[in-house]
């Protein structure tokens, strides 16, 4: 996010000093999550109303330095990355990408914490990171273009320090450790200069905390002091196995037994996820070593296009946290200081040519080259694989010529 110029304060100053006028104060900022018994960080209730509790003031004061247009840049990401989710599933529905990961009620876990990076700092993704990735310049297309088919990738991770996806469970938090115990080595956390030192963080959800991957990169992180923060979305869902069957300990302290210290926010309160990634990244560059924090959350859609949730979740869980939608409640908040319809609306009507825009980039796109299958498997020529190429030529040329 950019800085703000002192002539540009006056709006939000007289927001940040008012805004005991339009809120009831919570009077509380960590409470207890009822289903598990555990404090969380909370800087916006359900209801919208902002409070920050005296021992939590180093995260109120982050978002009290906030602008008018940052805080409303948040909400209209978020409401981008909906809107583009939407058509996202739309689009696979009918035929035009061959599977697509939704993210819809995860925006205010990867909005906050995206804008939080720092820009020197990189991001290792799992595969839902959507909105991460729009904070940090990759385009959206370039997202369809890699369910579609067209190329492996699409942006360049020395350019958005947002490295590719990472499809197999887990494995991206060991690639980010290993950037992380590079970037100490090479000399750049801990300098106080912030042109030079960089952080990472690596995304990844309840389910990927089972595997050994993360476990291993948990204890190289702590032993090695590795400037990384772990970031788990839980989301409640690893595909059908619920939180409760993944773990008896609460996420956020799943790093204690490895030395790494944790914290667990409201995933579903933007300024909570932006203030706690914000917070704890700059200690980390600065050379605390490795933190982790968890997000809570729920995913609201399937967990891909090839998944029915019907199948193991009830109706009425879903409607409890519909009711705690990112979106809305930061929208509330954003009315209760001031921003009125004509914000709301210009961001809708740029949701609806978003979505125009994204069908007609894909339709415009050709099949991807029957080669992509089989290039780059091997660094050389390999007789084996084309041996494989030849026959599926074969095989797509005879069913062409029946059609």
């Known amino acids: 996010m950019a800085t703000k110029s002192p002539t540009a304060l006056t709006s939000e100053v007289m927001i940040k000093r008012n805004i005991n ?40 004061s982050i978002i009290d330095s906030l602008s008018e247009s940052q805080l409303k840049t948040l909400y209209r990401d978020m409401a981008r ?6 058509e996202a599933i739309a689009l696979q529905r009918q035929g035009q990408l061959g599977l697509w990961v939704p993210a819809i009620g995860q925006e205010a876990a990867q909005i906050g914490s995206g804008y939080a990076v720092g820009k020197n700092d990189h991001i290792f993704p799992s595969y839902r990171e959507h909105g991460v990735a729009i904070t940090h310049g990759v385009e959206l297309i370039s997202i369809l273009k890699m369910m579609r088919g067209v190329n492996h990738g699409g942006w360049n991770p020395e350019e958005t320090r947002f490295h590719l996806y990472a499809i197999v469970l887990g494995t991206q938090v060991l690639h980010a450790v290993g950037y992380a115990m590079g970037v100490k080595l090479d000399g750049k956390v801990g300098t106080s200069n912030p042109e030079e030192d960089l952080a990472v963080i690596s995304y990844f ?47 956020y302290r799943r790093g204690e037994g490895f030395g790494v210290p944790g914290l667990r926010v409201d995933g579903n309160d933007v300024l909570a996820c932006y203030a706690a990634t914000k917070y704890h990244m700059d200690q980390i560059r600065s050379g605390s070593g490795p933190y982790l924090l968890e997000a809570l959350t729920y995913r609201i859609g399937a967990h891909t296009t090839s998944d029915d949730p019907t199948k ?43 979505a125009e825009e994204i069908r007609e980039q894909i339709f415009a796109l050709g099949k991807p080259p029957l080669e992509h299958i089989f ?10 694989i084309d041996k494989q190429k030849a026959w599926l030529r074969a095989y797509e040329d005879q069913m062409g010529s029946h059609e």
């Open 375 to 384: 290039d780059n498997v091997y660094s050389d020529p390999h007789p084996e």
């Open 21 to 60: 006028q339009f809120f009831q104060p919570l009077a509380r900022l960590a409470f207890v999550n009822p289903k598990s018994g555990e404090p969380m960080l909370q800087l916006l209730s359900p209801e919208g109303v902002y409070s920050v509790e005296k021992e939590f003031t180093r995260y109120g």
């Open 312 to 354: 193991y979740r009830s109706e009425e869980e879903v409607e409890i946290w519909k009711a705690r939608d990112p979106i809305k409640r930061y929208e509330v908040f954003l009315r209760r200081q001031g921003v009125d319809d004509s914000f709301f609306e210009e961001v809708a009507q740029a949701g609806d040519k978003l």
């Open 81 to 86: 990355i909906r809107r583009f989710d939407q």
């Open 205 to 251: 959800g309840d389910g990927a905390t089972a595997e050994g991957d993360v476990s291993e990169a948990l204890l190289f992180a702590a032993v090695n002091e590795s400037p990384i923060m772990f970031f788990i979305q839980n989301n409640q869902w690893a595909i059908s196995a619920n939180i409760d069957s993944q773990t008896k300990v609460p996420l």
